[in-house]
């Protein structure tokens, strides 16, 4: 008998827009002991079927139609609220993609521990910190004795994700159900992560549910994978069937979205429009048709116009020390330490050229990008755009800058602000630059929003009302909209669905390539900075100690940690 059996799960959401079938006739398995991995684009019911079974979907406008999930003999849906409370929690654990709106920012790490060990009784208060503090040192916490008393803003993304992971496995559930809980990780910690799974689910026979959009993760870790599209199961099989004979269009489309399953003289496969509208019926001719795959032609490789070797750098990063002091005291503050967050850094990009830079969250990536737009005033050394040094200009000379060097940061959410239209956001740069006359704007941001394959028509709308690879576009057009010589993209495709994925880094390769851009690409999946670089930096505790072509780097590492951060990339096993 099944650990988990889910049969004919229906779920819609009634709105003022109509009735949203999110989870249409679904039915599934999951052994004691197995890894279940699903897989889809956003949308596709993958986390909606999950949270309906512990109770997280909000009724309303949430709505459970019909169809059973007797787990170890109790129904899900239709047991006592106390006895699913019991359940969730002790015996069914789940990780969520976003840590921060998670975790409890008025309280202490340990105290969100060890609360689910205190809520079901299981153990003392002094027992369940000992056992806390083991789990965030078997997560890859340093100095877990020290951190288990921190706040949840103290840590990066990565470490936060870390702290969810161990919180959802120290009470050693039967069933986990982990929702994209590597997204955010660079390869190492990933790695780390998923290892870590692996072994628990051999000590305790424990079962995974594990959900994602990366196929080389579900790859190495899942013994079967099921498939969603539109609310439905298109495909289960095993692993090997999965990825070395895949029967349903759509599954062989993401597949083919894949970087690392491409050449890089090729562009990824962008699956062409927008899922189904599922407050519609479903036309299964019409979906298929969205499926339907061109030949695999090779097309102009995303740098094609190489730049040339004794080309003048566009911008040039010289001995660059970004140091952040430490200290301690209420009324006088004392410096008790340093922070070594950019330490001697030097490199130069050419016009045209594309310079990938990876390393683990805390290597340096973030803060140098933000130091050279000047967000982060350095501690030495200096930036030269266009001949021009921003570390010695004025105010005034730095907004000037600004105008050839624009950011894309990895949440567009955050980046964008919610209470301007597309129209606004777009037209905003513009203004305050005036660059163009007030009676040009409306034309030069339907341009940009063409420009980056958006409807012009879209352009009344919030950025609430877009999904997430839609904001990312809106993103990289505002960042376009001063026709900067340089970009810096910041994680840009990390949250983003396989498919989402490979329509971000086509667009970012034929704007770099029509427009000459060069552009710093920050990202922790080396198979996607691959794809998109002509050069490759690698960081490691604030300095670059690799940096080369990006076929040298990934095919012939010199340095140590760059053969540890490659033997962690996932594979796809076929």
Known sequence: ???????????????????????????????????????GESGSGKSVTCSTLLGLIPQPPGRIEGGTAHFDGVDLLRCP?????DIRGKRISMIFQDPMTSLNPYLRISEQLIEPLLIHGTVSKTEALARARAML?????????????????????????????????????????????TTALDVTVQAQILELLKKLQAETGMAVIFITHDLAVVSGLCHRVQVMYAGRIVETADTRSIFGNPQHPYTKALQRCIPALQPKGRALYAIPGMPPDLSKPVDEAELLKRFELPPEEPV?????????????????????????PLTSGFLIKKQTGLVKAVDEVSFAVRQGEVLGLVGESGSGKSTIAR?????????????????????????????????????????????L????????TLAEPLKVHGVVPESEIPARVTRLMEQVGLAPRYSGKYPHEFSGGQRQRIAIARALAL?????????????????????????????????????????????????????????????????????????????????TLISAIPRIEN
Request: proline fraction near 7%; charge should be neutral; hydrophobic fraction near 45%.
């Open 417 to 424: 602000n919610p209470r301007l239209t597309v129209f606004a």
């Open 300 to 324: 102009p490789a995303p740098n094609a116009i190489k730049p040339a070797d004794d080309a003048e750098p566009m911008i040039r990063v010289e001995a660059i020390k970004t140091h952040f």
């Open 483 to 563: 026709e900067p010589q340089v970009i810096i993209a910041d994680e840009p495709v990390s949250a983003l669905d396989v498919s989402i994925q490979a329509q971000i880094l086509n667009l970012l390769a034929r704007l770099v390539r029509e427009m000459n851009l060069t552009m710093i690409f920050i990202a922790h999946d080396l198979s996607v900075v691959k794809h998109i670089s002509d050069r490759i930096a690698v960081m490691y505790r604030g300095k670059i100690v690799e940096i080369g072509s990006a076929t040298d780097v990934m095919e012939r590492p010199q340095h140590p940690y760059t053969k």
């Open 137 to 181: 040192e078997s997560v890859g916490i340093p100095d877990a004795g020290k951190r288990l008393h921190s706040y949840p803003h103290e840590f990066s993304g990565g470490m936060r994700q870390r702290v969810m992971i161990a919180m959802a496995l120290i009470t050693k559930p039967d069933l986990l159900i982990a929702d994209e809980p």
């Open 1 to 39: 008998m099944p650990l988990l059996d889910v049969r004919n799960l229906r779920v819609s959401f009634h709105t003022r827009s109509g009735v949203y079938r999110a989870v249409n006739d679904v039915s599934f398995s999951v052994e004691r002991g197995e890894i279940l991995g699903i897989v």
């Open 81 to 85: 609220p106390a006895q699913l409370r």
């Open 371 to 415: 130091t050279i737009m000047q967000l982060i005033p350095p501690t030495a050394g200096t930036v030269v755009l266009g001949g021009k040094n921003l570390t010695a200009g004025t105010t005034t000379e730095v907004k000037e800058a600004r105008r050839h060097l624009q950011m894309v940061f990895q949440d567009p959410f955050a980046s």
